[in-house]
């Protein structure tokens, strides 16, 4: 499969344009339109719908995105692997979301630069179902996230329970809807239990979908939001932000996933052991924490 070819493709599909894809790719409109016409003769299959006022993909088009992406992630993976530097022996591969990143895979990052100079880190953040397809797929060594889903050749492993607690920058107590509230997206499993408590007729006046956005902007503008306990525990104990008591929790379960013959292997038992410690010391936290907050 030539690459260049999934890359004009994936640049036509986003800019629904021959022309300013041309402009993209630093190639004439007739090279767009050979490559695409190329790739359909191979797929067998139209990608595009032509008119005059742009292209719009078909069906198989829309089909063969995910499929374009993953080759164009190999060849660079592969790029990467071939040109290690001097000393590096292996190159690992993770994955996440986004929401995870803060007291949890940052501090697992962290410890494995400290303790493997050999090997080197591709690290990249994407939503649940991407991750778990990139993992069969053998993209990525390994993944830690909500919506873990078990697949061949996958082992996946219990981490700890999250808490997502409301928390506000002024003390407050409960109230029915606070007119400050930014609604976090902490994806859809979140979504459906939040839905529950919230007033039908009311529209969160802020929505963001990555935590530490959302961190960033509660602390310039103030109000309230729903955080996991391990991104706020020094905030709420030096009083920057404050937990609302007698308010539902929400929890959701963390979870890794990982190549299963990476077990195998010398370098990833050490580390996974670090990554189950700091999952521990985080449920110990949890615990601490809504026990002094009378938090249910």
């Known amino acids: 499969m030539n690459i260049v070819l999934a890359k004009t493709f994936l640049a036509v599909l986003e800019h629904r344009n021959f022309n300013w894809s041309a402009e993209v790719l630093n190639v004439t409109q007739s090279t767009v339109t050979m490559r695409i016409n190329s790739l359909e003769e191979k797929l067998g299959q139209k990608l595009f719908l032509r008119s005059r006022s742009g292209v719009t993909p078909t069906v198989a088009g829309t089909q063969f995105r995910p499929f ?11 790029q990467q692997e071939v040109t290690l530097p001097q000393g590096v022996t292996t190159q690992f591969r993770l994955g996440g979301e986004a929401g995870l990143w803060q007291g949890l895979v940052e501090d697992w990052i962290l410890g494995i630069t400290q303790s493997r100079n050999d090997l080197s ?12 397809a990139c993992l069969a797929q053998g993209i990525y060594d390994a993944a830690v996230m909500y919506d873990a889903r078990r697949r061949a050749n996958v082992t996946v492993e219990f981490l700890f329970e999250e808490n997502l607690v409301l928390v506000s920058t002024e003390p407050r107590e409960r109230s029915d809807w606070h007119p400050e509230y930014t ?13 529950k408590i919230k007033p039908e007729e009311i529209t969160p006046p802020i929505t963001i979908n990555h935590g530490s956005w959302a961190h960033s902007w509660i602390k310039r503008k103030g109000g309230s939001a729903y955080f996991p306990t391990r991104m706020i525990f020094d905030q709420v104990e030096n009083e920057d932000l404050f937990a609302v008591q007698n308010v539902a929790t929400f929890r959701r379960s963390v979870w890794v996933s ?3 013959q990476l077990i195998e ?11 189950k410690r700091i999952a521990k010391e985080i449920d110990k936290k949890n615990a601490a924490f809504r026990t002094r907050w009378d938090l249910f």
């Open 68 to 78: 374009a992406e993953m080759l164009i992630q190999i060849w660079q993976q592969a």
């Open 121 to 132: 880190l591709l690290i990249e953040n994407e939503p649940a179902d991407k991750l778990n």
């Open 183 to 195: 609604y976090i997206e902490w994806g859809p499993d979140f979504g459906m239990e939040h839905a």
């Open 258 to 260: 990982y190549n299963e």
């Open 265 to 275: 292997t010398e370098w990833f038992p050490p580390i996974l052991v670090d990554l």
